[in-house]
Every structure is written in structure tokens, then in C-alpha cells.
């Protein structure tokens, strides 16, 4: 049976509403899941930590694929705003190349020129004259690093040299590899140029700048240098996290959550954990708390009306809404998949039974195949929800990455941190495993 | 366009009829509701099957003053061009959707080439992946074989979570109201003659698995043990016999010769269990090995048996060609045993194309070269081949004739399978004869046979065709008991002949609720 004209209509404003795309709070469909009672917050705590410490800090925020890293920031903002921060955005990317190795001197020189023209941006400070790209050429006159020697003419785009042309990179980092003290100096000081430059338009009365440095975690590489790249972000951080520490300013670096693995005695990463639908014990008990956070999200984009055309009842509790909640893994994107796939399907108004099965056996079918090897550590996973990696080399570190990135593993943190595997993947892996197991028992047999 | 290209077109869109295709009913309902920047990833099985969507989907979005527009990819240096050819694209306002298709089935000469062409194009789109969502207010389509998906989620993870639908494309259904049993030649590449008793093969096997310096003999006792179970027809000990034996001869170094011989017999016997898709696995690793060491036997085996896989998920024309490049390799060798096998197959997918005079042709060469080298096994498949022929040019006598000859000789040799399918078909012979009561018997009777040799796409055949015997005869609830008998069976195998039966199960069902 087809959908009449005006259903159609209910079904095109639904899906529109189940766009999957960054949204900002204050957005009609942004609800924060994060916030609600018994639902584990980093931003809050992110940003309790910028309320305590005086002037300045160091804080890394991280979330694997699709946990909605960019909104959460934005809800960080805002709530500092609120507070009366005033609080800068910059995106890595504008200014460095993803696929290329990263050094301190680059890093500092775009964490300065990224500053300098959020300012600019925001109509913040008088500093436009002498914009950092600006003062940066002086720099490396006055230090007779002279321009030509490093590839750049008189009048060329600065930014667009740092990203797109390696060997300008390269060879700006040789010139300034014994000169880091000075261009960190350099860079503090107009920091500190910026932030006065700041009070003195706004006032002394605001308790302090922010600057949210993300997409840094998109720093990896390409298939052909992935490794090196990778050792170069490790390196920033394992031996110049000092360095990157700005006077007077709270920096907020998105960093890769492989950091966490790789470098486990790096300062505390605040790590965006998937939305906890049931409790660390063997019989995965329901954990209220998350279904009600997920509920609130459907029925948000859904609204109360359209739920129960939808559905057929009222919400927010509703049978077959549940059945995708339950398999959703507490991950807001692959509910929206998983609704998105729902509503393709569905050729007849409320919802039925099948279309919902027909869905869920669609999306799971976008986690397979599973290697055997995959299977057995995911099994392992399933069974002492830890990470059970192996070792922290960059393989096993890698992999694991793999699995979360793509939500075969799902990260959490209430107090203590756990993991678990997708619901999604539960059956198939034990099945993977019990087959392989019963090949050993025969082969030994 | 010629009319080669028009039939081929016709062909195409027959085999897949995407308007009846739920996943195709998806992309397009994407189509109409979506507004904005959308990812799809759109998953088919060969070149074929992209260009069918491509043009079913121009249509529509032509219906709506949209048009499609293509990034061509026709080499993988273009493919790894992809990236910088995204960004620079600026659509004209019309545009509906961008797509990008480069499919290799991972059976393709140069799929390794492809595949790593996809992985370094996507893991330069993937850092990329927030600029093309501001750049791009429209649909990206990216279009390629069904391990393109796998190559996405690991090599792109980012564009990977902003998916808005993955939809797979697989051929729809032969649309045959019931169901026969063509009978398949078989492509052979014996590693030993006979097979002779499988439970002392496998008792000798026994001795040796505590044995270290001995997987290879032992691997050859349970091929041996796979051999004798097939000419049991116990299907499925054979198939665990092949698969022991494969992963030891694998595990221990095996010549490839001798791991070829377990390919190709894990490929037929999945074949046969009606496990397709293993069995085109096998087939592929057959003929890589095979080309590989330079056998021509071996790899014009593996070709007849990559030919039946795509024959059983109703790619036909697939199908043909793979028959084709098995004949050359067969009759250039002079293997008139395989040569029979490639005819006999040719004829079974014209049949399949409603080619039923040609499709005699090639059953009337296959008969003649069994008969001169004295294959009765041949000799009785092309025999019950020549029936369905002939019973589907309306002539339900002359098929009778040609079944039970085939059923003579299959009770003589003890082919337990072709005993089956003769009796099923002779059912749908006495069916197209009117006969009320016989084809219930000669059903029954196939059912009881492929229960007993545990294969279950012919109880799912016999169990169907049984079912529309019990529904002319007005017994809807033994009928849709059948039906759900042979659907459970035809799911379990991941037989796409499962559709039709869930389709017309819910036309009974709507019609016994109005009753």
C-alpha cells in the first residue's frame, strides 16, 4: 500500500528533521542528551575545570567518528558564553594539511594566525593592523630567516603556503628548528597582545578567553605516510604539551582519542563516551537514565504530534521506538541512521513491526563482514568490557582505533571507564567465535 | 541503439527489475524526501548494474527537472584523481545528484588495482569530509562493488559516519510461477578418481590428526572422505570433509595444485547445498590459483563453477560468459568431460532466458558428448535438462518421455539428486498436464529423497511446488504451512528465490483472511 499525498508530506518534513549535520544549542532540534540527570557530561566537566583554574589552561577533547565532537563544542561555547568567556573558534584545518606530519614551529605559527583571525572575525580587538601573518613575516626578517630562503615572495598568502606547499613547510621548520624559544615567545607575546587588546574592549570584567582549536584530531595522514604523520602528532604531544600551553588563554585542542592509548600518561583527555544505555554487569541491566536520554532525542526531532502519527502512540515510550533505541548503542548518529532507514521503508502509517526489523537488519548489515581476528579480540571485549589491548603499539593501538571509530566498540565512562560492543554485532561475533572454537576443539581433537 | 545493445538493456532490466526492488524503492523515496548535502552509498555487483541505476535513477530525476551528474572514473588513476575532481565540480543548479562509480567485483582481473585506488582516494576525501559537507548542497552517490562498503569503514571513518543510506543492489527474481530443478553439469578437476568408502577414509584420517609432519595425508584422507560422501550424496559431510581438508592443506603448505582439487570441489558441493555465495568464494580463489600456476583445466573448472554461482543468483548473461570462456579453455585442452559440462550449463541459462530452442541445441551437443565418452551421470542431467526444454515449449509429453529416461538412468547409477529432480520435474509435467493426482505423489516422493540426502534447496523446490498443488486444491492452510516450510529453508540458504515465495505467501494470506 502506498503512502496518500499528504503522508508523503509527513514523511518528507520527518526526514528533514532526521538530517544527520553539526547543530548548534538553540537549534529547535538540539537536545542536550549530555546534560540530563545520570548521563556522564565531559563537557561540563571540561568546563568546571576552565571555571577553577585561574587564567589559563590546557584542556584535550576527544570523541570517536560520528559521537558528535563539533556540536559538543559548540554547547561548550555557548555555556562559557553564558558564563561571560569570550571564547574564540578555530578549525586546524583551514590552516594545516591533514595528510602531512605536523611540527612545534608550524603547530604554534597556525595556533597564532588562527587566533588572529578569529579576532578579526568577531570584531574583537584592535589588532588588525598587525595581524599575526603580518607580524610573523616580521618576525622572520627581524631574525633574518629570510623570506625567499624559505620559499615565500613578498605579498604571498602565508596560510595558503602552510597548507597546500609541504617543502615551504619544511623548510620553515628547518629554519626555525633552533630558533623555537624565540618563535614561542613570539607567539605568546601576541597572545598576550590579543587578549589585552580584548579587555580593552570589552572591559576587565570577564573572567577569561577561550580558544577551541579543533578538527586536530584529523591529523593522520594518508595511506602512504599514515605512520609518520602519526609519530609526528605523538610527538607534539608527549614532548611539547609545554609549549603548547598559551598564557592568559584556556586552549580547548580537539585531539585524536588514539592519544589515550598511545600516550597513557598524557594529562586527561575528556573523552565524548557513547550515551550508557545498560550497566557493567554480565546481564547488561537497563540503565534508565540513557533510554530516557534517547527518548528525549526522538522525540525531539519527531515532536509530540508527529510521534504518535508515526508510531501510532504517544511517546516518548513506545515499543517499536525502543527497538531501535535498544540497538542504537547509545550513539546519536546510528540512531538517526537507523530512523532515516525506518522511515524509507515504511509504505504504511503508524509503523509496523516488519519495516522496524526490516531497518535494523539493514543497518547491521553495514557493520559486516567481521574478520575472524576482529571477532575473537571483539569477543573478548564483549566479555571483560575492558579494551583488552595487547600493547600500545601503534598496530594494536590502530585497531582498536578502527573499532571505535566505526562502533564495533563502545566507549564509556561513569567514574570508571568500560567498554562493550555494538548490539548490533553481538550475535555475530559469538557466532564467529563459537565456530572458530569448535575448528580448534576438532583440529587438537 | 542496436539491437544487441536494446536486448542487452532489456535483459538487464529484467534480471534486476529495480521498481520491485525495496532497496531501490529506498534510494529513490532518499531522493524525494531528501533536502541538502546527503552521502549514499550504493553497493551493486558489477559495471552492469551500475549503469542500469545510473539510468533508472537519470530518469527519475529527470521527472523532477534534476539531473544526474557524473564523475567519470574509468581507470583507477582516475578513480585516485577523485578527490581533487570532487572538490573542483561545480554543478550546475539543477543538479540532483553526483555520482561516482568505479565497480571491480572482487573476482576482476584487476581488482587489487581498484581496490587500492578506492582506498587512497577515500582516505583523501575522508579528510575532506567537512568541506565537501559545506561545498556540496546535493546528493554524492558513490557507486561500487559490494566490498566497497568495508574499504569505506575502515579506510574513510569520517565520511563513513555521515552515511545517510547504504542500499545494496542484487538481481530480483526469475519470475517463474513454480519452481524446476535444472540440472547443472558439473565442472570436475578430481584430485583422485572414485572416493570409495567416506567412514574409513575418515577413520584412517583418525590416526593421523596427533600425528606433527602429517597434516598433508591427513588432508588427503578427508578429501577422499569428501569425495566418497558426494557420491553418497550426503552433501553436507561432504562439504565439512572438503572444508577440514582445504584448511589443512592451506595451514601446512599444500601444492597449490592439490588446494585447487578441494576449490573446486568445496565450490561444487556448496553449488549444489545451494550456498552461493561460498561457492563463488571458492570458485574465485580456484581460478586465481589456477591462473596463477598456468592450469587450464583447473581454471576452465573454475570458470564453469563461478558461471553456475552467478547462474543461482540470476545473473545470467554473467553466467554465460563465464560458460563461454570454459568451453574455449575445455575444448582447446580436449576435455570433452568438461565441455560437456560447459554445454549442458549454456543450455541451462538460455532456458533461463526463455531461450528454450536454443538452449535444446546446446542440451542435444552435451547428450552426444556423453554418450561417445560414456558419462551416464552427463548423459542423464542432459536428458532431464532436454524435459524442462520441452515442457517449457508446451510440450508436456515429450518432457514426460525425456524424465523418465533421466529417472532410469539416475536409479541405475544411484545419482540420488538427479532421482529427485527427475521426479520434481515429472510432478510439473503431470501438473502442466492437468493431472490432479500424480504430481502430489511424484512430489512427495522428491521430498523424501532430498531430506534424505540433506539437500535443501530441492526440499525447498519439492516443498513449494507442493504447496501450489495444495491451493489449487483449495487447502490454503497445508498450502501456506508448505510455503513457510520452503521459505524458512530458501532463507536459510540465502536462495533469492526466498522473495518470490514471501511474496506470494502474503498474497495467500490476504486472500485466506478475505475468505
Not at chain 2, 526492488?21 to 550504493?42: C, H, M, N, R, Y
Not at chain 2, 565439512?240 to 585447487?260: C, I, M, N, Y
Amino acid at each position: 500500500m502506498a503512502l496518500t499525498p499528504d503522508e508523503r508530506q509527513f514523511q518528507k518534513r520527518l526526514f528533514r528533521r532526521l538530517a544527520d549535520k553539526p547543530l548548534e544549542p538553540g537549534d529547535k532540534f538540539y537536545q542536550p542528551i549530555y546534560e540530563q540527570a545520570g548521563v556522564e557530561d565531559p563537557v561540563a566537566l571540561m568546563r568546571v575545570l576552565i571555571e577553577l583554574t585561574a587564567t589559563e589552561s590546557i584542556q584535550m577533547f576527544s570523541g570517536f567518528r560520528g559521537s558528535g565532537k563539533t556540536t559538543e563544542l559548540f554547547r561548550l561555547k555557548k555555556s562559557l558564553e553564558d558564563q561571560g568567556y569570550v571564547v574564540l573558534y578555530g578549525d586546524a584545518l583551514e590552516y594545516l594539511n591533514p595528510a602531512q606530519e605536523i611540527d612545534i614551529s608550524n603547530l604554534l605559527i597556525v595556533l597564532a594566525g588562527t587566533f588572529s583571525d578569529a579576532l578579526e572575525a568577531q570584531g574583537l580587538g584592535n589588532i588588525g593592523k598587525d595581524a599575526y601573518w603580518t607580524r610573523l613575516t616580521n618576525y622572520l626578517t627581524k631574525t633574518k630567516v629570510e623570506l625567499d630562503e624559505v620559499g615565500l615572495k613578498a605579498g604571498a598568502d602565508f596560510k595558503l603556503k602552510l597548507k597546500t606547499a609541504p617543502t615551504f613547510r619544511q623548510k620553515l621548520q628547518e629554519r626555525l628548528a633552533n630558533r623555537i624559544g624565540e618563535l614561542k615567545r613570539d607567539v605568546d607575546r601576541f597572545f598576550e597582545d590579543g587578549v589585552k587588546a580584548i579587555q580593552a574592549k570589552r572591559g576587565a570584567k570577564f573572567p577569561g578567553v577561550v580558544f577551541l582549536f579543533d578538527q586536530m584530531e584529523q591529523i593522520r595522514g594518508s595511506l602512504s605516510n599514515e605512520e609518520s604523520v602519526i609519530h609526528s602528532v605523538e610527538r607534539l604531544f608527549s614532548q611539547h604539551l609545554k609549549l603548547m600551553e598559551i598564557p592568559y588563554v584556556h586552549m580547548v585542542y580537539t585531539v585524536p582519542p588514539w592519544l589515550k592509548f598511545a600516550l597513557p600518561g598524557l594529562a586527561r583527555i575528556q573523552i565524548l563516551p557513547s550515551v550508557r544505555q545498560w550497566k557493567n554487569d554480565p546481564k547488561r541491566t537497563e540503565y534508565l537514565a540513557g533510554w530516557t536520554a534517547l527518548r528525549s532525542l526522538v522525540n525531539r526531532r519527531f515532536g509530540d504530534a508527529d510521534f504518535q502519527r508515526f508510531f501510532g502512540i504517544p511517546g516518548p515510550e513506545h515499543p517499536l521506538a525502543d527497538r531501535l533505541i535498544a540497538v542504537c548503542g547509545g550513539h546519536f548518529r546510528d540512531l538517526l541512521l537507523l530512523l532515516r532507514e525506518t522511515l524509507l521503508r515504511v509504505q504504511t502509517l503508524p509503523v509496523t513491526q516488519e519495516v522496524i526489523q526490516s531497518a535494523i537488519v539493514a543497518v547491521r548489515s553495514n557493520y559486516m563482514p567481521i574478520a575472524i581476528d576482529d571477532a575473537k579480540w571483539l569477543d573478548q571485549i564483549d566479555r571483560v568490557r575492558e579494551a583488552a589491548l595487547p600493547s600500545t603499539g601503534q598496530d594494536h593501538v590502530n585497531r582498536l582505533t578502527r573499532f571505535l571509530d566505526t562502533h564495533f566498540v563502545l566507549y564509556f565512562a561513569n567514574g570508571k571507564e568500560w567498554y562493550d560492543i555494538h548490539p548490533l554485532i553481538r550475535e555475530e561475533v559469538a557466532a564467529i567465535v563459537k565456530r572458530e572454537a569448535a575448528k580448534t576443539l576438532q583440529a587438537k581433537a | 541503439m542496436s539491437s544487441e545493445a536494446q536486448l542487452r538493456w532489456e535483459d538487464l532490466a529484467r534480471r534486476y527489475d529495480l521498481p520491485s526492488q525495496p532497496e531501490w524503492q529506498k534510494l529513490v523515496t532518499l531522493f524525494d524526501l531528501a533536502e541538502g548535502f546527503s552521502l549514499i552509498v550504493l553497493l551493486v555487483l558489477d559495471a552492469d548494474a551500475a549503469a542500469l541505476c545510473r539510468r533508472e535513477l537519470e530518469k527519475h530525476l529527470q521527472r523532477e527537472g534534476n539531473q544526474l551528474v557524473p564523475i567519470e572514473l574509468p581507470t583507477p588513476g582516475d578513480l585516485r584523481q577523485l578527490p581533487t575532481r570532487l572538490l573542483a565540480v561545480q554543478p550546475p543548479p539543477d543538479t540532483g545528484c553526483l555520482w561516482m562509480s568505479a565497480v571491480e567485483p572482487d573476482y576482476g582481473n584487476d581488482y587489487s588495482e581498484w581496490r587500492e585506488a578506492w582506498r587512497e582516494a577515500l582516505a583523501r576525501l575522508n579528510s575532506q569530509r567537512n568541506p565537501i559537507r559545506r561545498q556540496f548542497d546535493l546528493s554524492l552517490v558513490f557507486v561500487g562493488a559490494p566490498w566497497l562498503q568495508e574499504v569505506m569503514r575502515d579506510t574513510a571513518p569520517d565520511l563513513w559516519s555521515v552515511r545517510t543510506l547504504v542500499v545494496r543492489i542484487e538481481p530480483a527474481l526469475r519470475p517463474a510461477p513454480e519452481r524446476q530443478v535444472p540440472k547443472a553439469g558439473r565442472f570436475e578437476f578430481t584430485e583422485e578418481p572414485g572416493g570409495g568408502d567416506p567412514v574409513y577414509a575418515l577413520q584412517e584420517a583418525e590416526k593421523l590428526r596427533s600425528s606433527p609432519g602429517k597434516e598433508l595425508a591427513l588432508a588427503r584422507l578427508l578429501h577422499r572422505a569428501g569425495h566418497g560422501f558426494a557420491g553418497r550424496n550426503d552433501w553436507h559431510a561432504a562439504e565439512k570433509s572438503f572444508t577440514d581438508a582445504l584448511e589443512l592443506k592451506q595451514r601446512a603448505g599444500a601444492p597449490p595444485t592439490s588446494v585447487l582439487a578441494t576449490l573446486l570441489e568445496l565450490a561444487w558441493v556448496c553449488h549444489v547445498v545451494g550456498k552461493t555465495r561460498r561457492s563463488m568464494n571458492h570458485a574465485q580463489e580456484a581460478l586465481r590459483i589456477a591462473r596463477e600456476i598456468s592450469n587450464r583445466r583447473g581454471e576452465g573448472a573454475a570458470l564453469g563453477n563461478l558461471g553456475l554461482a552467478y547462474a543461482d543468483l540470476g545473473d545470467v548473461r554473467k553466467a554465460i560468459e563465464f560458460y563461454e570462456q570454459a568451453l574455449i579453455i575445455d575444448r582447446e585442452i580436449g576435455d570433452r568431460r568438461g565441455e560437456g559440462a560447459a554445454l549442458g550449463s549454456l543450455g541451462n541459462a538460455y532456458a533461463d532466458l526463455g531461450d528454450a530452442r536454443k538452449a535444446i541445441e546446446f542440451y542435444e551437443q552435451a547428450l552426444a558428448i556423453d554418450r561417445e565418452i560414456g558419462d551416464r551421470h552427463g548423459e542423464g542431467t542432459a536428458l532431464g535438462n532436454l524435459g524442462i526444454a520441452y515442457k517449457n515449449l508446451g510440450d508436456a509429453r515429450k518432457a514426460i518421455e525425456f524424465f523418465e529416461r533421466a529417472l532410469v538412468i539416475a536409479r541405475e547409477i544411484g545419482n540420488r539428486r538427479g532421482e529427485g529432480n527427475a521426479l520434481g520435474n515429472l510432478g510439473l509435467a503431470y501438473t502442466a498436464l492437468g493431472d490432479a493426482r500424480k504430481p502430489f505423489e511424484l512430489f512427495e516422493q522428491a521430498l523424501v529423497i532430498y531430506r534424505e540426502i540433506g539437500d535443501g534447496r530441492g526440499e525447498g523446490t519439492a516443498l513449494w511446488n507442493s504447496a501450489g498443488e495444495f491451493w489449487k486444491r483449495g487447502d490454503r492452510a497445508q498450502a501456506i504451512a508448505r510455503a513457510e516450510a520452503a521459505l524458512r529453508l530458501y532463507e536459510a540458504i540465502g536462495d533469492p528465490w526466498a522473495a518470490k515465495v514471501r511474496a506470494q505467501l502474503a498474497e495467500w494470506r490476504k486472500a485466506g483472511a478475505g475468505s
